[in-house]
């Protein structure tokens, strides 16, 4: 199935500790992105790759780092998680002049 | 920073009428116009969306509406059906670059049978 895929889809962890989640999309785009959905539902932009360059670093603390293997792959790597970390995690990506797609979203929280 | 605000917040109509979502933004740069549909527990997908040099885009039940002087865009839906109730988002692109788009805060619409 062409698609931007996420694992895991949900990620349950302590206060303190580090993980990661990772993304791919087949649709060949260039570009893609992590957002992050809080549980009032806004959705907001966190990073941008551009063939594995990055275009776009939000005001995210640098507990966050996302990590570009390769224009297909784009994960998302979060040290030290803090209670306000919880949130859905949505991956996407798009062609330079188009709409994105996203993937099915890592649901994150954190005790 | 870009500012864009959606309204309503919520919408409620009943199955068959007509629902209109506003989106307002302030970036007179901004080229790129889409609207999203996330259902509950869902990804965000995208609907339908127009570029600046066009004023009206139809997808079977669904429409978009720019006024690129007035800065704001709308979705209209006819025809409701119970399976368009989702959160519906605009979400205008930044400075011109496609590639970074700020999402509204949502409108949440409810189409009862």
């Known amino acids: 199935d062409t698609a931007v895929s996420q694992t895991p889809k949900y990620l349950v962890t302590q206060m303190g500790n580090d993980k990661s989640i990772k993304c791919e999309q087949n649709?060949?785009?260039?570009?893609m992105y992590w957002y992050k959905q809080d549980s009032k539902k806004f959705l907001k932009i966190m990073f941008s790759?551009?063939?594995?360059?990055?275009?776009i670093n939000e005001t995210v603390p640098n507990r966050f780092s996302p990590k570009s293997p390769d224009k297909a792959h784009l994960n998302l790597h979060i040290n030290s998680l803090e209670l306000g970390d919880s949130a859905v995690y949505f991956c996407a990506s798009s062609h330079r002049d188009g709409g994105e797609f996203f993937g099915p979203g890592t649901r994150l929280t954190v005790l | 920073g870009e500012n864009v605000e959606q309204h309503p917040s919520t919408l409620s109509v009943q199955e068959g009428d007509s629902a209109v979502i506003k989106c307002t933004y302030s970036d007179s740069a901004s080229n790129y116009f889409p609207w999203y549909k996330q259902e509950l527990g869902k990804r965000p997908q995208l609907i339908i969306d127009?570029?600046?040099?066009?004023g009206e885009k139809k997808d079977q039940r669904i429409a978009v509406t720019l006024n690129k002087t007035a800065k704001h865009f709308s979705l209209h839906i006819t025809e409701t059906q119970p399976e368009d109730s989702a959160v519906y988002f605009c979400a205008p692109n930044y400075g011109g670059a496609t590639n970074k788009l700020i999402f509204g805060t949502g409108t949440l619409l409810a189409v009862q049978p």
């Open positions: 127009i570029r600046s040099n066009v």
């Open positions: 649709l060949g785009h260039d570009t």
């Open positions: 790759y551009n063939n594995k360059e990055l275009i």
